[in-house]
């Protein structure tokens, strides 16, 4: 039944994204960016594309910096866009990409100030999308419980920190704890979100986040190998959403080294896929890369062959951000002159 | 052969240029002044950046970068632009230098002034928040100070009320640490005091700032421990301080809640914040923008909390300001802080008027400068789509362009030429224009004005011509606003569509000026000729009708009589039972209404809808007929153009003859029977005549001669008695046997139409592949598609025609409704098929005749029997079906010049009449106000909605009825380089 009133909250938003979403680059035009010899190439080509004169008032020689920010600045005007003109619950759902982007940057400062590196700097690192008006005093903060206490109680995370306030400092280890603790509670509320919200998005998002939730949890346990975390508080990690929940993640907890981990994942038709012809050597795509790959070609793009469904705002999302990642790592490639990776980049579509 | 260039596109060829390479940016840019000639991209698999004059459309887009700056700038100080609209030549390449150091030269000074401008102004606007700190401290410190003077009484008498409010509060916090008593201690007398506040609802913005110390000295015990102090401390507010550390700074007005909430959270409340909304708005000192801001002063205990609180201040981009403690430092500062920014308010003053200068000196050129830049841009980007030669000394460019226009061209060449190689002495050589063959179809190019393009705009809609075929824009000049009129006949309304068009044609420059970017207005701006010729044609086809504003106008006299007898009249006033009739044959003497409807019909009620709608039905039906036969013949001078006898021989002949034999026969039979049929019985033809009744019914006439139904000649039987059913008998002699020759040519068309030219376009191929091709196609296939075609043309007859025979055998009743349902029957069969055969014909669409030829035999490549065939089958049955159905589709000139007329009709009776019912001043009253509404209606339903409608109408019998008959429009339009097109795309685009 949803179907039928979509569109008359959403259905001009959705018209919008999928009308961004057509601006996504091509194959065809990778192709000549990676001929580009120098970032005035790079901007010369780009011009063509759906991302216009973004580039055009730069005065000066363009750097790979001022790409950058002017890439995300150009995501942003297009999500705030987006957020400003949507209806519930569309503004929850798109408040929850948000989030996302939020556990990222809190993670940033504090590690930032871990390392005695003054605010302002990190500031301009930080992702613009989840930015939030506490975020600049978070410096202050010296154990998570006050972190909590002072600056996340009145932001949208709070729920999800309340896992791990104790009293010990912030150090390296305990931030990628909270980092991770963060970002199981916020997968896991996210799920629950989508699925109670019903229909096809349940469909389609559900689909996504059980992926990024497993996706997540091998990663996890992967690189706890050889660190001082402990099974249990491994365990404690692993976001339940996911189609690996909860045989898998038993498995996965139980797991001593990488061979075990595939062995977990043979069960599982689509990670299994993953991990065959994934590897270190050269010419083999690293695991990670072929996550994204799944993630992006398999999961994002086939979201736009639903219709009336909240999943391809996130898709949006997502697969732009692939592309900034694409375009940064082909403008770093040429501003470095190192041009022999270049082609590292995952295509979409 | 060369038509003029209305009939026709113009003629365009292509050629080929050879550009000495220094003189080849002048030559490009006389060309692009001329505007004549579309390049062709030499280099299409070269990526943008791998072209030869990249680095110079870079260094343009540099330029235009900085012009645009400028221009941002001079906008943001609201200095008019001069916009003169010349047209600047594009400069020599040298210049282009000069160009580049000027705008570097202004950008550089003008950056330097900005950024002078910017420092100064933000040191004026710390200077100002500082001056607002003092200020603002200085009013809260007095606060305390005035409290503590006299602090008993406004204690008393508070206290006692005030312990209520308190009480709820004494819980609430049980950390209260010692800062916070000593808080209490110096701020007892503020809460007092800002309690009572809280009661009488006072709106004072140091309320909210209340909140959290509210709390804090939420204490019983707090009445001995002030008496103490109040005691001790008199000397005075300032020294107060010195225990505590204190901050004052300011803050954007917004943060201020969550930057108490945080500081309050992240301190436990040991700190307190006092806020006070500095009222002037400041300006944001990197982008100009108002904000406005509020100073804030915390008080905290300890080195701790300093560090702590600052650190809060700096992630709320606070800034803080040194705050001296004592009254006379304070006021020492505020005096210093006043002169420094009187300094700074002259010394900005000045850079103010520099940059202004500046801006002023550049906002004369700016708009010159964007031209020109824009100009030498575009002669890059053609010069990008040029060949270089490997000598390097010439450049090779491809181009289409009109052969009227050669001669042009080269002398723009030549004249190029001599400027670009004034200073290269030495060189000499010309360029050179060769004219080249090609079979590639040139680009459609049709000269148009600013009073054709409306036209030529409404046929380019449906598809551009292809090349050198008619161009259908001159006939839609009269035929379109002709038809519009048809369906809008409306004295009235048509003149207010006319006066409409004439204001927007005779402001045309004003207007145009004016660069309205309204997308509606354009609309009817652009299309000002059309509406009014629309208007124009309405008034005249009005006349005919006789229709202004639903009412008549009887100009020459009504040619109507009564025929009635007063004496008779006399009697009928006395019974009027008996019916008195107003019979035509009695009434004879007289000639008919000069011009137009009589006006007399107007009052008929009973009979004047079945008049007018047989008149208009009738006249529809001509129309129509004339404007289908009118696009047949232009289709026989496209055929001849491209010298396809073939086309002619099996398509125009069969075509012309299916069309005559059925279609202007009926035209032929409406004319005669207007002509001699009238209400007065006689001879006609050779046949007695009775009267009205028995004349020829035209509808059924045409069913029967399908049919070929025997019918009695003459109205009148053997034995003189007017037979039954006599306006369905034959009525002139040997018509059955001309209908049934009629009938069969028509039939025969069919099969020529459908198989006569893939046939010899089939046999011609054979022949041409007799020496030693082999058959593109299997036999099997071939059998196939030929079974499959001859289908066609069974289901279309042979049901009918078996129906018909049994029919005939079973009984010979006047029956003919049933033909009607056979005849809808085979219709629905073929639109069943239809589908099917289209599948096979694959995007062919509305191409016509030329084009399959043209294309065939052009590309003189592969004959594909199956594919022709198909196409032919296609073609056929929508022509046959074709002139059936587009026939009825003209009958909505009738239907929407009905509906208007009715709905005007309606208009009148239903509001404007009720006006002059009323009588004396009620009467007056009511018809003004009814004028109103009446007016208002008529303009926006009859003349813009209905307008709307029969515009929509008047397209469509256009694009389908007419040009389906010979227009292609498989072309591509000619998109000449044109520094005129060029410029007005970007100004529009800047616009949007």
């Keep these: 039944m949803a179907e039928f009133f979509f569109n008359i909250d959403h259905g001009y938003l959705e018209a919008l994204v999928r009308g961004f979403k057509g601006g996504i680059l091509t194959q065809a035009d990778y192709a000549n960016l990676v001929q580009c010899e120098t970032l005035e190439d790079l901007k010369l080509h780009i011009q063509s594309t759906d991302y216009g004169n973004f580039l055009a008032n730069e005065p000066g020689a363009i750097t790979v910096q001022v790409i950058d920010e002017r890439l995300k600045e150009k995501l942003v005007t297009e999500f705030t866009h987006i957020r400003n003109n949507a209806l519930e619950p569309l503004a929850t759902f798109l408040d929850y990409i948000t989030y996302s982007y939020m556990i990222d940057n809190i993670i940033l400062l504090i590690t930032g100030t871990l390392h005695q590196r003054p605010i302002s700097e990190l500031i301009s690192k930080c992702h613009p999308l989840g930015s939030f008006e506490q975020m600049e005093a978070i410096h202050i903060a010296s154990t998570p419980a006050e972190l909590y206490n002072a600056v996340l109680v009145d932001t949208p995370l709070a729920n999800y920190f309340v896992d791990c306030i104790n009293e010990q400092d912030l150090d390296e280890m305990n931030v990628e704890l909270i980092r991770n603790t963060l970002y199981k509670a916020y997968l896991e509320d996210f799920y629950g979100f989508c699925k109670q919200l019903g229909g096809t998005t349940a469909e389609v998002m559900c689909e996504i986040l059980a992926f990024e939730a497993d996706r997540r949890s091998i990663i996890i346990t992967i690189n706890s190998f050889d660190t001082e975390l402990s099974k249990d508080d491994r365990e404690k990690l692993y976001p339940r959403c996911g189609k690996l929940y909860p045989e898998g993640l038993a498995g996965l907890a139980r797991a001593d080294d990488y061979d075990q981990v595939k062995q977990v994942c043979e069960y599982y038709s689509d990670y299994k896929a993953l991990f065959e012809g994934s590897g270190n050597a050269a010419g083999e795509k690293t695991l990670e890369d072929k996550f994204f790959e799944h993630e992006q070609v398999k999961l994002n793009v086939h979201s736009y062959l639903h219709q009336f469904h909240f999943g391809v705002f996130y898709a949006f999302i997502k697969l732009k951000e692939q592309e900034m990642r694409n375009i940064i790592w082909i403008a770093e490639c040429i501003s470095q002159r190192h041009r022999t990776k270049i082609d590292n980049y995952i295509p979409i579509l | ?992």
């Excluded at chain 2, 002037?280 to 509020?294: F, M, R």
Aim: charged share 20%; proline share 4%.
């Design chain 2, 1 to 992: 052969e060369s038509t003029p260039g209305i009939f026709r596109s113009e003629e365009v060829c292509l050629s080929q240029l050879f550009l000495q390479s220094e003189a080849a940016y002048t030559c490009v840019a006389e060309l692009g002044e001329l505007g004549l000639v579309q390049f062709r991209d030499l280099n299409p698999d070269t990526s943008s950046f791998q072209r030869k004059f990249v680095s110079e459309v870079r260094r343009c887009d540099e330029m235009e970068r900085k012009l645009r700056f400028l221009e941002r700038e001079i906008k943001k100080d609201q200095i008019p632009m001069l916009d003169t609209g010349e047209n600047p030549d594009a400069p020599q390449p040298r210049e282009m230098i000069d160009l580049e150091a000027t705008f570097e030269k202004l950008e550089n000074e003008l950056r330097e002034v900005n950024q002078n401008e910017e420092t100064l102004k933000k040191n004026f606007s710390e200077l100002t928040e500082l001056k607002h700190i003092l200020r603002k401290t200085q009013t809260f410190f007095e606060e305390i100070h005035k409290q503590r003077d006299g602090p008993v009484t406004a204690r008393a008498s508070a206290s006692t009320s005030s312990t209520h409010d308190r009480e709820p509060l004494i819980n609430v916090e049980d950390e209260v640490h010692v800062p916070g008593e000593l808080f209490r201690q110096i701020f007892g007398y503020g809460r007092l005091t800002l309690g009572s506040y809280r009661r009488t609802g006072g709106g004072d913005s140091m309320q909210g700032a209340a909140g959290p110390g509210d709390v804090i000295i939420a204490d019983p015990a707090a009445d001995a421990e002030t008496m103490e102090l109040t005691g001790g401390g008199g000397a005075g507010g300032g020294s107060m301080f010195a225990n505590f550390g204190f901050v004052a700074g300011v803050i954007q007005r917004e943060r201020i809640p969550a930057f108490e909430r945080l500081l309050w959270r992240a301190c436990r409340g040991n700190v307190f914040l006092r806020h006070s909304e500095i009222d002037d708005v400041l300006n944001d000192t990197a982008t100009g923008e108002p904000i406005n801001k509020s100073v804030f002063i915390i008080f905290f205990q300890g080195d701790q909390l300093k560090t702590r609180v600052k650190k809060i201040c700096e992630g709320f981009r606070a800034t803080l300001y040194p705050c001296p403690d004592t009254p006379a430092e304070r006021r020492e500062m505020s005096i210093g802080v006043m002169t420094r920014i009187e300094d700074l308010k002259t010394v900005l003053g000045q850079t103010q008027d520099h940059r202004h200068r500046v801006l002023v000196a550049a906002a004369k050129n700016v708009r010159m400068w964007l031209t020109k830049v824009r100009k030498i841009k575009s002669i890059y980007h053609t010069l990008n789509l040029f060949n270089i030669d490997v000598t390097q000394k010439c450049l090779i460019a491809e181009c289409w362009c009109p052969v009227d226009a050669l001669d042009k061209i080269r002398m723009a060449l030549k004249r190029g030429t001599v400027s670009g190689l004034q200073e290269e002495s030495g060189s000499t050589v010309p360029s050179i224009l060769n004219r080249m063959d090609t079979t590639e179809a040139p680009p459609t190019y049709n000269k148009s004005n600013k009073y054709t393009i409306g036209f030529q705009n409404i046929v380019d809609a449906y598809g551009i011509a292809t090349y050198r075929e008619i161009n259908p824009a001159i006939y839609t000049m009269i035929s379109f606003p002709f038809l519009f009129a048809v369906m809008f006949g409306d004295m009235g309304h048509g003149t207010v569509m006319m006066l409409a068009a004439l204001f927007l044609i005779l402001k045309e420059r004003q207007l145009e000026a004016a660069r309205i970017r309204d997308e509606i207005f354009q609309m009817f701006f652009s299309g000002r000729y059309v509406i009014f010729l629309m208007g124009a044609f309405s008034i005249y086809t009005g006349f005919i009708y006789n229709d202004v504003f639903s009412k008549s106008l009887n100009i020459f006299g009504s040619s109507w009589r009564n025929t009635i007898p007063p004496a008779e009249l006399e009697k009928h006033y006395e019974f009027p039972e008996t019916p008195l009739m107003l019979l035509p044959e009695n009434y004879t003497q007289a000639s008919p209404y000069p011009f137009g409807v009589d006006p007399v019909w107007n009052l008929a009620e009973a009979n004047k809808l079945s008049f007018l709608n047989s008149m208009k039905m009738k006249s529809s039906v001509i129309l129509g007929i004339g404007q289908m036969t009118f696009g047949l013949i232009l289709s026989y001078f496209n055929h001849k153009y491209f010298h396809s006898d073939l086309d002619i021989k099996f398509m125009f002949i069969p075509q012309m003859l299916f069309l005559s034999c059925i279609f202007i026969y009926l035209c032929l039979q409406i004319i005669t029977k207007w002509l001699l049929y009238s209400a007065v019985g006689g001879t006609v033809l050779g046949y007695e005549y009775p009267g009205s009744s028995c004349a020829p019914s035209l509808l059924i006439g045409l069913i029967n001669m399908f049919m070929m139904k025997s019918r009695e000649a003459g109205f009148v039987g053997e034995d003189g008695k007017v037979s039954w059913g006599c306006s369905n008998n034959l009525w002139y002699p040997g018509q059955s046997f001309f209908e049934t020759v009629f009938v069969l040519i028509a039939i025969a068309c069919i099969p020529v139409m459908l198989f006569a030219k893939p046939y010899f376009l089939w046999k011609a191929d054979k022949e041409r592949r007799e020496s030693g091709g082999h058959m593109q196609m299997s036999t099997a296939e071939m059998v196939l598609v030929i079974v499959a075609v001859v289908q066609i043309p069974i289901m279309l007859f042979v049901k009918p025609l078996l129906l018909w025979r049994r029919n005939k055998k079973e009984t010979a009743t006047r029956e003919s409704v049933r033909a009607d349902m056979n005849g809808g029957d085979s219709e629905a069969e073929v639109v069943h098929h239809e589908p099917k055969t289209n599948g096979g014909g694959g995007g062919h669409g509305h191409g016509d005749g030329p084009v399959s030829t043209v294309g065939g035999e052009g590309k003189g490549a592969q004959f594909d029997m199956g594919d022709v065939m198909v196409y032919q089958a296609i073609h056929t049955i929508e022509f046959a079906l074709g002139c059936i159905s587009h026939t009825a589709s003209y009958l909505r000139l009738w239907a929407l010049s009905l509906a208007h007329a009715q709905l005007s009709d309606v208009l009148w009776t239903m509001v404007f009449r009720n006006a002059f019912a009323q009588d004396g001043y009620v009467g007056a009253i009511v018809t003004y106000l009814l004028f109103f509404a009446f007016f208002f209606l008529s303009i926006s339903i009859l003349v813009l909605m209905e307008g709307l409608s029969a515009f929509l109408h008047a397209l469509r019998l256009h694009w389908v009825e007419f040009q389906s008959k010979f227009y292609g429009g498989q072309g591509y339009a000619f998109a000449p380089f044109s520094f005129e097109r060029i410029l007005e795309a970007e100004r529009e685009a800047e616009e949007a």
